[in-house]
């Protein structure tokens, strides 16, 4: 991996925290143009606004990756946030997905440092692979945006961007535990860089074979740090976001 990947990344793209209703829109609208018209996963009729969101939205963290260069929002992605008036209000993953007995985060102090990564949305036209065409966090070939040589070069590295903001976010809300559905291509790839999300149920058919996991932070920074420097070093800005781990 690139030594220079979080500077390359930095000089690319721009991780725009949501924080604005008007920021939340922009949010909405490219979930609908991935989720509705690219990927076919949800009804439009379902969203008629033109805008993709759902009943975790409003205890969410939403994150935007925008192209410097054109201004354009390339993906997006959110944390889901523990309910603090009710702890034991189930997140997405364990109202959709089995989970093994005793896999799961139960004890009510440890759920409220539980959140769950979710909706994760690169554009179409940020894609660079054309075999991940139909799903919602692959990479294929661009279209209606013209990118040079070293662009094309950090474009497959979008989803580790993703991740970043997610751990930001971690951070932020003083979460170490975190759940996640993912395709089993998206596993095997963090899997490679040290980014330890273990399966803790069996895998669902959900637009796709996929696997529910758990990931908690203290063992995977320290591994993502001893496998691949550099995406420690986007994902945590140099260190700046460890989530209590050193």
Same mark, same amino acid.
């Not at 769950?116 to 692979?129: G, L, M």
């Not at 990479?139 to 279209?143: A, F, Q, V």
């Given at each position: 991996m690139n030594n220079d990947l979080k500077a390359a990344f930095d000089h690319y793209f721009e991780m725009v925290h949501a924080d604005t209703d008007a920021l939340r829109e922009e949010v909405f609208r490219l979930r609908y143009q991935v989720y509705v018209l690219e990927t076919g996963f949800e009804r439009a009729e379902d969203h008629? @606004?033109?805008?993709?969101? $759902?009943a975790f939205d409003p205890r969410a963290d939403h994150y935007l990756l925008r192209h410097r260069r054109t201004g354009l929002y390339a993906a997006t992605a959110r944390m889901i946030l523990p309910d603090a008036s009710n702890p034991s209000s189930r997140l997405p993953m364990e109202l959709h997905c089995p989970i093994h007995p005793g896999a799961g985060i139960e004890n009510p102090n440890e759920r409220m440092r539980l959140g @769950?990564? *979710?909706?994760?949305?690169? *554009?179409? #036209?940020?894609?660079?692979?054309l075999g991940?065409?139909? =799903?919602?966090?692959g990479? #294929? @070939?661009?279209?209606g945006v013209a990118f040079d040589a070293d662009e094309r070069r950090i474009l497959p590295h979008i989803s580790l961007g993703l991740l970043a903001v997610e751990l930001r976010s971690m951070h932020k809300h003083g979460l170490i535990y975190c759940y996640a559905v993912m395709e089993s291509a998206l596993?095997?790839?963090i899997s490679r860089f040290g980014l330890t999300f273990h399966p803790i149920g069996p895998l669902v058919d959900y637009h796709g074979q996929r696997l529910p996991c758990l990931g908690r932070v203290h063992e995977f920074l320290p591994n993502i740090k001893r496998v691949a420097?550099?995406?420690? $070093?986007?994902? =945590? $800005?140099?260190?700046?976001y460890h989530c209590g781990t050193e």
């Open positions: 008629p @606004e033109g805008l993709e969101r $759902d @769950e990564v *979710s909706r994760f949305a690169v *554009s179409k #036209s940020f894609k660079r692979r991940e065409a139909g =799903t919602a966090a990479i #294929s @070939e661009p279209c596993h095997r790839l420097p550099p995406l420690w $070093d986007l994902m =945590t $800005d140099g260190g700046r």
